[in-house]
Nanobody, 131 residues
Framework: QVQVADEGGDAVQAGGSLRLSCALR????????VSWWRQGSGKDRERVGS????????????VKDRFSISGDNDKSTYTKTMLYLEMNNLKTEDTGMYYC????????????????????WGQGTQVTVSI
């Protein structure tokens, strides 16, 4: 069972940048799709972006061209793989708790999970963007 741990959240000013980290253990890239999710106060959880089992990334329109998912491919092992969510030109509406989440590929379609609750989640990391 893959294990997920996320970190790197912070308070930043609008227009700033931040990089969130996701440590995956017992993870094989071609066996899972990995997604970043966020939930703002009083808002529904929403998917931000995903990395599918073939290495293709996708993003929701609200963050496209500002956020990107990357990884330390040269350093990746089954024991530990690091993925990152690079966030640029942050806006106040990006404020929320961010989660890294992994789902076995047979439960993924179009690169993201059919049911994200049927997967492994990080504990979440808070991102606060202020004016």
């Amino acid at each position: 069972q893959v294990q997920v741990a996320d970190e790197g959240g912070d308070a930043v000013q609008a227009g700033g940048s931040l990089r969130l980290s996701c440590a995956l253990r017992r993870y094989r890239p071609n066996m899972y799709c990995v997604s970043w999710w966020r939930q703002g106060s009083g808002k529904d959880r929403e998917r931000v972006g995903s990395l599918d089992a073939t290495g293709k990334t996708s993003y929701v329109d609200a963050v496209k061209d500002r956020f990107s998912i990357s990884g330390d491919n040269d350093k990746s092992t089954y024991t530990k793989t690091m993925l990152y969510l690079e966030m640029n030109n942050l806006k106040t509406e990006d404020t929320g708790m961010y989660y890294c989440q992994a789902t076995a590929r047979e439960y993924c379609r179009g690169g993201y999970p059919l049911d994200p609750d049927f997967g492994a989640w990080g504990q979440g990391t808070q991102v606060t963007v202020s004016i």
